[in-house]
Structures are given as structure tokens and as C-alpha cells.
């Protein structure tokens, strides 16, 4: 299996300031179309995880352009430009290249 | 909008079954694939598997800590996905939740699943 390694696990930013969430993979998520199966969701408080990236760096649908994300191979990063109060709770990256599917442990987000 | 709803959790003891229910709407429910992923208490996410559409043949892929134990299955008529599950085990306790496509587009709110004696 994929293993898929965030970091860091928890931070807090002031409102306003960047943050950057890093999720490293044990193998290389380049598939064989060319394409990058990597993913980042946000599970905020008492909801369900919401998928805010694909595919490394295409924001879903209603994102805010303050998301970006980056990388290649086997590592990513998920940057937010400027923190807002409604982007608190855990970030997962997730892998979509190989079966089985795989989850990074999650980063916590809170806001100082 | 689209929306999912997950039911049928519940409390059950160890080696016993339990079917989930995912009903959708807000789109063309035959038109996509759909995907169980769970959640332990206080733990990370994990992927449980997903069912294709009957375009793609209506296969299903399992993971393997779940394969041969969990069935998937759809009505497309009534816009519901299935899982069955048997066997269970304690560490199959969690939130389970159904989502829309093969990579977690949508999500449902969730229901809880609690193996114990």
C-alpha cells in the first residue's frame, strides 16, 4: 500500500496569514495516463470531509482561490494564502493512483 | 444540489450483519460511481471500496481488510447504494460514509456503525 505522510499534524495561524500542509507519499503518484491522483479534503467540525483539490492542483467546485495546491512525484502541498475562521478543522491529502486508496493522517487547523 | 444520505447504522455484536443505505438525489444516479469510506473514533479516514456505474459494468472494488465480507450493490431505479456487511469485527466500529464518483466528490453526512458485545 501507499502510505501517505502529512506534516505537519496540527497548526495554528492567525487570521489573515498563510498556511502550508505537506503530504508525502511512499511511492510515486504519477500514473500511466499522466495524470497525478492526488487529493485534499476538509473535514471541518462535526461535518463531513469536503473535497476541496484533485488531481494536485484543480480546485472543486466553489473552493475559494485562496486554496492551491502543488507538487509532483511524491510530494504535494496544500497552500491556503490567507486563513480565515470558516477554514478551521483537518486537512487529509489522499492517493488515488493505486488500490487500495490511502489516507494521510490528517492536519489539524485551528485558528490563533 | 446534490445531496446523499447514509442510514441503517447501528449497535452489533461481533461476526453479525448489517446493510447501510446511501440514497441520492440532485443528479443522475446511474451516471456515476460510488464510494464507502469510514472513520474510526478519533481516527483518520480510510477507503473502504466503490461500486461502477452499469457503464462501466457495475463492478465493484473492495479494500482488503473488507473483501469478502462487504458487498456492494445499487438501485438505480430508487437512486440508492448499498452496502452489505458481514462478518463484522470490532475494528470495523466507525462512521461510514457514501460519496459520489470514484475519488470523494460529494459526501453524505454519515452513519455509525458500532461492533460490539
Known amino acids: 500500500d501507499i502510505v501517505m505522510t502529512q506534516s505537519p499534524l496540527s497548526l495554528s495561524v492567525a487570521p489573515g496569514q498563510p498556511a502550508t500542509i505537506s503530504c508525502k507519499s511512499s511511492q510515486s503518484l504519477l500514473y500511466s495516463d499522466g495524470k497525478t491522483y492526488l487529493y485534499w479534503f476538509l473535514q471541518k467540525p462535526g461535518q463531513s470531509p469536503q473535497l476541496l483539490m484533485y488531481?494536485?492542483?484543480s480546485r472543486f467546485s466553489g473552493v475559494p482561490d485562496r486554496f492551491s495546491g502543488s507538487g509532483s512525484g511524491t510530494d504535494f502541498t496544500l497552500r491556503i494564502s490567507r486563513v480565515e475562521a470558516e477554514d478551521v478543522g483537518i486537512y487529509h491529502c489522499m492517493q488515488a493512483t493505486r488500490f487500495p486508496l490511502t489516507f494521510g493522517q490528517g492536519t489539524r487547523l485551528d485558528i490563533k | 444540489d446534490v445531496y446523499l444520505v447514509e442510514s441503517g447504522g447501528g449497535l452489533v455484536q461481533p461476526g453479525r450483519s448489517l446493510t447501510l443505505s446511501c440514497r441520492g438525489s440532485g443528479f443522475t444516479f446511474g451516471d456515476y460511481v460510488f464510494s464507502w469510506f469510514r472513520q474510526a473514533p478519533g481516527k483518520g479516514l480510510e477507503w473502504v471500496g466503490f461500486i461502477r456505474n452499469q457503464a462501466l459494468g457495475g463492478t465493484s472494488v473492495y479494500a482488503p481488510s473488507v473483501m469478502g465480507r462487504f458487498t456492494f450493490s445499487r438501485d438505480d431505479s430508487n437512486n440508492i447504494a448499498y452496502v452489505e456487511m458481514s462478518g463484522l469485527k470490532i475494528e470495523d466500529t466507525g462512521v461510514y460514509f457514501c460519496s459520489l464518483g470514484g475519488n470523494g466528490d460529494y459526501w453524505g453526512q454519515g452513519t455509525l456503525v458500532s461492533v460490539s458485545s
Open positions: 488531481e494536485v492542483s
